[in-house]
């Protein structure tokens, strides 16, 4: 990209943007962020119900709750080629309707196996939009604003794991433990059914991604959108147009060449880190964690997960207004740093017996970190660094390997915990240990690999790593 390009950026950086019309199309968008995190956390609520009604294993407890991160991993890998060849609009369309379908399927099962089925088809869901969801707003966010706007879905998915936490403690109260355990834990998959609608209908109100229509050579449209944005739309889309042409020019432009590969790796890379430190187990299995660790009854486990959420929620919100003030690379090594102290302090008190409440301080600044650093700004920078030519393919690959690991890490927490596991002799602390050092890790890979990308368009975007 030349200098004069590079100014005319900046240009555009400054000139009048259409909030309206941006914000208007990223809360439609973020919709599928809502859904991901109501989805993904739904389990929670529920899985201690499943246990019992379905008479399950630790292992088989793991499978209940990770079961939908196959379908994630199916979804994300498949979401690049959908997100190319129908477009970004229409794939979300077919996530919502996957959300739905699972919804009401997982509320109807008398077997376990039917159960899953229906969670993997909602994992679909989920890797479909987990991937679409960031790719569509950055897309389509301004160059100035994209961090902030694309954590917004990060808020999303934090706003819809407490919008389920409260979900589910509301029904959890509608009855004793024996209602929950035969009916109440249905209502708490059904719920879903009333977001999964309303994100697919407003679908159909927002535009195509000016950039997916400028690849199909759909330049007026695209144009059109883009005046909708900001003022300089004919800049912008001669922007896209050359760094697709470059793209074009350049011998077989595939994932595994250079310079593609190493920006593969990286976001393959921060995938893995935003799993293997931890966070899910306690999106999933938080009231089972605090039922262990700290004692009490579901309706108190349930109540602190629902102080964990809006933790979650609080930290998120200060990270929109900081990613793009900060810059992405301090978040990322600040946050992670956070990460590590805490989780080794809850796995060392786990190790001693000392469980007592203010441990849940521990718990809460955990999640706090995570909210500031690998939560919203690994997204950010996955829906950033790949370049057009691969962006649909090199996003697909970077997510899956993130569900691959969510899997890995959902599937093995039950069983490390377990008395009847070969860890047992830790007390529990031994799967936060692990998460602590995955922290030291990420630390280590951002402040070596990840440069800064505040402030930059897409497409300057591709000389970074060059």
Not at 37 to 53: K, M
Not at 196 to 219: C, H, Q, Y
Not at 430 to 436: A, D, K, L, Q, T
Request: neutral net charge; glycine residues 10%; aromatic residues 14%.
């Amino acid at each position: 990209m030349d200098n004069n390009t590079i100014l005319e950026h900046k240009i555009e950086q400054k000139s009048q943007v259409n909030f309206g019309f941006v914000i208007k199309v990223t809360l439609v968008a973020a919709l599928g962020g809502l859904l991901f995190g109501y989805d993904t956390a739904v389990i929670s609520g529920a899985i201690g119900s499943l246990e019992t009604f379905f008479q399950l294993s630790a292992a088989e407890k793991g499978w209940a709750a990770s079961s939908a991160l196959v379908g994630c991993i199916i979804g994300a890998a498949a979401a690049g080629n959908l997100a190319t060849i129908l477009g970004r609009k229409k794939s979300l369309i077919i996530a919502g309707i996957l959300f739905f379908i699972s919804a009401f399927g997982s509320a109807i099962p008398e077997s376990f196996t039917v159960f899953i089925i229906f969670r993997i088809i909602g994992g679909l869901g989920v890797g479909i939009a987990s991937m679409l969801s960031p790719m569509y707003i950055a897309e389509i966010a301004p160059a100035a604003y994209r961090g902030r706007l694309v954590s917004c879905n990060q808020f999303a998915i934090i706003f819809g794991m407490l919008v389920v936490y409260f979900v589910n403690y509301y029904i959890a109260g509608l009855g004793d433990n024996s209602w929950i355990d035969t009916v109440g834990w249905r209502w708490m998959f059904a719920s879903e059914c009333i977001p999964a609608l309303t994100f697919t209908g407003l679908l159909f109100i927002v535009p195509e991604s000016p950039r997916w229509l400028a690849m199909k050579n759909r330049d007026d449209e695209a144009l059109k959108i883009l005046d909708q944005i900001s003022e300089n739309a004919s800049l912008s889309l001669n922007d896209i147009k050359l760094s697709l042409h470059a793209s074009k020019n350049e011998v077989k432009v595939s994932v595994f060449q250079k310079p593609y590969m190493f920006i593969v790796f990286v976001g393959v890379m921060l995938s893995i880190f935003q799993q293997v430190t931890g966070i899910n187990v306690f999106l999933y299995y938080a009231p089972e964690i605090f039922k262990k660790l700290g004692g009490g009854n579901t309706d108190t486990a349930l109540l602190q997960t629902i102080v964990v959420g809006s933790v979650n929620l609080l930290f998120t919100v200060i990270a929109i207004f900081s990613v793009d003030k900060f810059g992405r690379k301090p978040l990322m090594l600040i946050g992670s740093l956070g990460m590590g102290i805490c989780i080794s302090a809850i796995g060392t008190a786990a190790y001693f017996g000392n469980t007592d409440v203010w441990l849940l301080a521990f718990v809460l600044g955990y999640i706090a970190c995570f909210a500031l650093s690998l939560g919203p700004v690994v997204w950010v920078l996955l829906s950033e660094i790949m370049p057009n030519a691969v962006r649909g393919v090199g996003l697909s690959i970077a997510v899956a390997f993130q569900w691959i690991f969510n899997f890995i890490v959902s599937q093995t927490f039950p069983m490390m915990m377990d008395n009847d596991y070969l860890f047992n002799t830790y007390h529990g602390a031994f799967p936060f240990w692990v998460y602590g050092f995955m922290c030291l890790l990420t630390i280590l890979f951002v402040w070596k690999y990840v440069p800064e990308t505040k402030g930059k368009s897409l497409e300057e975007m591709e000389t970074l790593f060059k």
